[in-house]
Every structure is written in structure tokens, then in C-alpha cells.
């Protein structure tokens, strides 16, 4: 399971939720509401260290974006930003 998914479990309670949902499947539109995805942002960022701003959160819909992005976000930070 991935990290993203493992905090989606601790934020719904169940895995069902983050078992059931595609990669690609529209986060909001799949039953987590606002709050709680403003809850995965700000664990998105404690728990992996990345930041997330505002207009970055206009892109990230699904798992499969904020896998993305944390990857790119990784990568980036450990090569010094380049």
C-alpha cells in the first residue's frame, strides 16, 4: 500500500476506502470531503516533508497526483533542487 494510502486509511478509520479507490479516481468525488482533504495535505507535509501550496493543491485530485508529486518533490529535494 502506499503512503498515500496508508494516510487515507488513518484519516477515513478503514481500509476499505483506500483499497477500493483507483489511482486515477477523483478524490472529492469519491466521498472524502473538504476537510479531510485538507487534513491529507497537511499530513501529506508532516508526515513526508514536502510543502504543499495553495495552488499546488489545485492539482492534486487523486492518489496518483500526490504520489507524483511527493516523488518529484523527493527527488528535488535530494538532488539540491535541480
Known sequence: MS???ELLVELTG???YADRIGD???LAASGI???DLVRLVLLVEQRLGVEITAE???GLRT????ER???ERTVA????GA
Do not use: K, L, Q
Not at 529535494?77 to 539540491?80: L, R, T
Open 63 to 66: 492518489i496518483g497526483d500526490y
Open 3 to 5: 503512503t498515500v494510502r
Open 24 to 26: 486515477d479516481a477523483d
Open 56 to 58: 499546488d493543491m489545485e
Open 77 to 80: 529535494g535530494a538532488s539540491g
Open 14 to 16: 478503514t481500509a476499505e
Open 33 to 35: 470531503d473538504s476537510g
Open 69 to 71: 508529486f511527493v516523488a
